[in-house]
């Protein structure tokens, strides 16, 4: 088993989810409205960030994707605080200086509070393009001389269904009937499109060779029955959550590579009852549903393990969607997240094993891979719920943020010092 030169292994996290004390963040806000567990000091990264510098290097990882806080930069609108961004840029240097490549997050599902006292229906309404198109700038400013590689949007479609179609993130909007007015027709990809655009154009200009994409949350999907009216809906689900946004970036030639983040495969059943005359049967909607009502309409769930999240472990499903990613795009697909919640620490050695295994396949087969990305280095704060353990390294809370290395960890190590060649 071998993947190719300058393959790339590391980690991901997200700054809302590690760092701590994002306040006048709007997720800061929402829980309070809520009453969700608040993320408060998180694992007290903004402080202990040295801390995870050698957690990577014990992991021998030579790639750290984190991402900047909108609100910690742009506390107020055109108010930016040059410290923070001197804190960012002292990170992404000392992770070079440490050969390890910083892949930098503008936007992982939290924003400013400000954004949503000003415009309370958020990007339903003009005005965040330009907002997110000047943190950017500002950013890319900061950062450009220590960091190359750029996600614009982590999971754009996650973030935009959760916000604005079933008010599970903030603003909290609930417009999952109307989902192709709201989303498709002019509506809110398109906004995401040209606010990437823009940011790529800002990118690209200030860093010629930059590379810069989306991190596309992507699932294996498979027809609930073997009917055409199933396999049409799978089609449906797929154009609409994993490919439409895909389509735009590359029509106007603003994808260097597919960010691929990676979970898990659900099953799709035609139903007139759902939007598009889909029913994507995600393990969320079983929850919301109810099991008793989830299987009167239909749904369906997979028969093999979960992780702690109720999410199917389904390895080969990520060298299927590798695969296909490259040959519809041709483009190089990164793995920009792959892992699971496993508090136990009794399944991530297997998961990290056969996940791997199966990028090797479509590398095999051809597929131009640019690297393996871990969600997550260390346990986070899981949007609203501190349960869920992605992390390869530990975090004690009560025993001042200590990280200790995790079920996983030393396979990884040894992964990323063979370039995957110990798995052969």
């Not at 960091?147 to 599970?168: C, H, K, Q």
């Not at 290395?405 to 052969?424: D, I, R, T, V, Y």
Request: net charge neutral; aromatic share 12%.
């Amino acid at each position: 088993m071998a993947f190719p030169k300058g393959f790339l292994w590391g980690c991901a996290s997200s700054a809302y989810q590690v760092e701590g004390g994002n306040l006048r963040s709007n997720w800061a806000a929402w829980e309070r409205r809520k009453g969700l567990a608040p993320c408060g000091a998180a694992a007290n990264s903004w402080d202990l960030w040295r801390e995870d510098l050698a957690c990577l290097k014990a992991l021998n990882a030579n790639a750290y994707r984190f991402s900047v806080e909108w609100s910690r930069v742009e506390p107020h609108p055109g108010e930016f605080d040059q410290a923070a961004l001197d804190r960012y840029t002292e990170m992404a240097r000392a992770l070079r200086q440490a050969g390890i490549r910083p892949i930098v997050t503008l936007h992982h599902f939290s924003e400013p509070a400000w954004l949503y006292e000003r415009r309370p229906k958020g990007w339903l309404e003009d005005g965040p393009e330009e907002d997110f198109t000047r943190f950017v700038d500002r950013v890319v400013l900061a950062l450009r001389g220590e960091v190359d590689d750029w996600i614009t949007f982590n999971e754009p479609m996650v973030w935009l269904l959760s916000a604005y179609g079933l008010g599970r993130f903030p603003p909290g909007l609930h417009r999952i009937i109307s989902l192709e007015r709201n989303f498709i027709k002019n509506g809110l990809i398109d906004r995401v499109a040209r606010a990437h655009r823009a940011a790529y154009l800002l990118i690209r200009g200030a860093i010629p060779k930059a590379r810069v994409a989306i991190a596309q949350n992507v699932v294996d999907l498979e027809p609930a029955r073997p009917r055409v009216s199933d396999l049409e809906a799978t089609q449906a689900w797929d154009r609409f959550m994993h490919r439409h946004l895909l389509d735009l970036l590359k029509s106007s030639k603003t994808l260097d590579f597919i960010g691929l983040n990676y979970y898990t495969r659900i099953f799709v059943r035609g139903s007139r009852l759902f939007p598009l005359g889909t029913m994507p049967c995600y393990r969320e909607l079983e929850v919301l549903l109810g099991r008793p009502l989830f299987r009167l309409l239909g749904g369906r769930r997979g028969g093999r393990p979960e992780t702690d999240m109720g999410w199917e472990i389904v390895p080969e499903g990520l060298g299927r969607v590798a695969l296909s990613l490259w040959r519809a795009y041709g483009l190089p697909v990164f793995v920009t997240e792959n892992g699971l919640a496993d508090a136990a620490g009794d399944r991530r050695e297997a998961f990290l094993r056969e996940h791997v295994a199966a990028l090797a396949g479509a590398a095999a087969q051809g597929a131009e891979l640019m690297g393996y990305l871990h969600w997550s280095l260390i346990d986070n704060y899981e949007w609203g719920d501190w349960g869920p353990r992605f992390g390869l390294f530990s975090v004690d809370r009560e025993r001042g943020f200590r990280r200790d290395p995790a079920a996983g960890s030393k396979l990884f190590a040894e992964l990323a010092a063979s370039n995957g060649a110990c798995l052969s």
